[in-house]
């Protein structure tokens, strides 16, 4: 079982929260589901808090991606469909789940690595992104080779800008076309990303001089969870990284926590307040159900309005800085 950090005195997001009078956090609404279909990936990045990889066997089976879709669809509250892994595309459900989403006139998140459209049998993937007008936020640590292939392996900067101008040939990206591709900046170390707005602006000279266009830049913070925990720790960097995360906490991105909106679906139909606490093992509240709350234990991903939300000491890494959520910096002014 993987386990939070020790939670020194601190490090007590909780205590944190309550000393700013921002606290307990309790969910305001249900907006967006994030569906962690699998664990299963073509690539094994560094960062990757999920620990997902090519030999990972964790997918979602047909009947919870079926139940996921009859209590997102009886969720009149719940825009958006967020789909994440993993490489979510080589589970079997994904294709029927943003069919069905798509079918119910609700947006569809595709947490894409872009590599994995170069996958046997993902020939067509684009194709069908497109088709079903899939918004798509795609990994790109950064707009150098060096950096991408230093995190993520050697020749994925190559494989991504191929994949990039794919979908850029299919109108993703281009100015009027409604197909948005958000890209994703993640730092390469232990410390905050840079300012979403000015990073964006290098990016879009770099990759525009590639033939490369694309929606919006999205800055997000490592948390200190599985690998990266894992490598801080190896490095003797993590009491070091905690420690910045704490002193840079920004109670003004408390209100835009992404947990605050959202819920977060396990492969095995676990429900949890984010995909951070999912890797972490910690469930959210039971509601009066004995035992982890489930999907099958639900009949409407509304029961979870109102309930509290769990927090650990990674939660200062979303709220570090500009903040950090699923989609990208809190605070962009």
Known sequence: MNQPLVSLTRWRFDKRLQ???????????IETIQVNVGKVCNQACLHCHVEAGPKRT?????????????LFAASESAGVLDITGGAPELNTNFRPMVQKARALGREVIDRCNLTVLFEPGQEDLAAFLAENSVHIVASLP??????VDSQRGKGTFDRSIAALRQLGDLGYGQPGSGLLLDLVYNPGGPFLPPAQATLEEKYRSELGAMGIAFSSLLTLSNLPVNRFAQSLRRDGQLDQYMDLLCENFNPATVAGLMCLEQVSISWDGGIYDCDFNQMLEMPSGTSGVEGPLNVM????FEQLRRMPI?????CFGCTAGAGSSCGGAIQTD
Not at 19 to 29: I, T
Not at 142 to 147: I, K, L
């Open 297 to 300: 234990a639900l009949d409407s």
């Open 142 to 147: 950064c707009y150098s080779e060096g950096n």
């Open 310 to 314: 769990r927090t650990a000491p990674h």
């Open 58 to 70: 964790e997918q979602m089976s047909e009947n919870v991606a079926e139940r996921v879709m009859s």
């Open 19 to 29: 000393r700013q009078g921002l606290g307990p956090l309790v969910r305001r609404s």
